[in-house]
């Protein structure tokens, strides 16, 4: 099976930097995808790593360390509107979606 | 965005009962994939198509079936819902399984049984 674990929470003051991490072990490896969900809302897509080092998205950047397993999202410039859920979720060697549980982030004024 | 909705959006009913939900998307996608989203247990593949009439089984399929008959619509059937059943289900669709091609999400349906 799967193996995908995230933070479950994590809070950060506006403005600031928050990095979430995101360890995998899974039956093959086909990229890994960031996701943001607002609550009660559908995931939308945030970035996208298949090669190894840093992808850059305006305030949002993803790393990936394939020998680690190893992923990390980093949500700089914090905004009231970044307080959502984030998914890491890898593509297996079946070329199917494996999701994290996600994690949550509060931004305080 | 994509053009994916997803009918109903909410839908209460008893144990026992045959419910039907379903996905229809404009964007002429090949792929289509149930999920199921439960707190504790992040997003959970259903099932999955990867044409008309092409189906196949994801991690969660027990309890599940699904049908396929033209590109835009994805229907998910639970034959006897259960109270386990109860979640918020969401539709996915995507031109490729390969590459940078992401999965766009519908906006889901949240389904209580009762």
């Known amino acids: 099976g799967q193996n995908i674990d995230q933070p479950t929470e994590m809070t950060a003051t506006e403005g600031a930097i928050v990095q979430i991490n995101c360890t995998y072990q899974?039956?093959?490896?086909?990229?890994l995808f960031w996701y943001q969900q607002h609550a009660g809302e559908a995931p939308t897509f945030l970035s996208y790593n298949v090669l190894d080092g840093l992808e850059e998205k305006g305030r949002f950047s993803s790393f990936l360390s394939r020998s680690k397993g190893y992923s990390y999202l980093l949500l700089k410039e914090l905004q009231m509107k970044d307080s959502a859920s984030y998914l890491c979720?890898?593509?297996?060697?079946?070329?199917?979606?494996?999701f994290g549980a996600g994690t949550t982030v509060t931004v305080r004024a | 965005d994509a053009g994916i909705t997803q009918s109903p959006r909410h839908k209460v009913t008893e144990t026992g009962t045959p419910v039907t939900l379903r996905c229809h998307q404009t964007e002429n996608h090949r792929y289509m994939y149930w999920y199921r989203q439960d707190p504790g247990h992040g997003l959970r593949l259903i099932h999955y198509?990867?044409?008309?009439?092409?189906?196949d089984k994801g991690e969660v399929s027990d309890g599940y079936s699904v049908s396929r008959s033209k590109t835009e619509d994805f229907l998910l059937t639970l034959e006897s819902a259960t109270s386990s059943q109860t979640s918020v289900y969401f539709c996915a669709i995507s031109d490729r399984d390969e590459g940078s091609y992401e999965q766009y999400f519908g906006p889901g349906t949240r389904l209580t049984v009762t």
């Open positions: 979720a890898v593509r297996d060697g079946d070329y199917k979606l494996s």
């Open positions: 899974t039956s093959g490896f086909n990229g």
């Open positions: 198509s990867y044409g008309v009439k092409d189906t």
